[in-house]
């Protein structure tokens, strides 16, 4: 049974930096594409940052220069680097993988971390 399990979320101050983790348990094979979704109060799930599995990634207009998004194969887990921390940022942020299970597209999340930022 695969989990993934969200770290790395807290409270920081403006201008602050964080690092989210997201480790997998259990095999996840034909990967396809792995994101970082967030969640605002009041607001829709959206994607914050996604890499294939070609190591390609793409990223949100609001977050583009301050959010990374990278992964460790060996550890089977990914990363979201976090700088200049905004008030807008403040989310429950939600790990993704989507892979082939035979024919099907079979999508894996994570409980989530919360984030908040402090102005």
């Known amino acids: 049974q695969v989990q993934l399990v969200e770290s790395g979320g807290g409270l920081v101050q403006a201008g602050g930096s964080l690092r989210l983790s997201c480790a997998a348990s259990?095999?996840?094979?034909?990967?396809?594409?792995m994101g970082w979704y967030r969640q605002a109060p009041g607001k829709q799930r959206e994607l914050a940052a996604s890499?294939?599995?070609?190591?390609?990634?793409n990223y949100t207009d609001s977050v583009k220069g301050r959010f990374t998004i990278s992964r460790d194969n060996a550890k089977n887990t990914m990363y979201l680097q976090i700088d200049s921390l905004k008030p807008e940022d403040t989310a429950v942020y939600y790990c993704?993988?989507?892979?082939?299970?035979?024919?099907?597209?079979?999508?894996?999340w994570g409980q989530g971390t919360q984030v908040t930022v402090s102005s």
């Open positions: 993704n993988v989507n892979a082939f299970q035979g024919l099907r597209v079979v999508g894996y």
């Open positions: 890499i294939t599995s070609g190591g390609s990634t």
């Open positions: 259990g095999r996840i094979s034909r990967i396809i594409n």
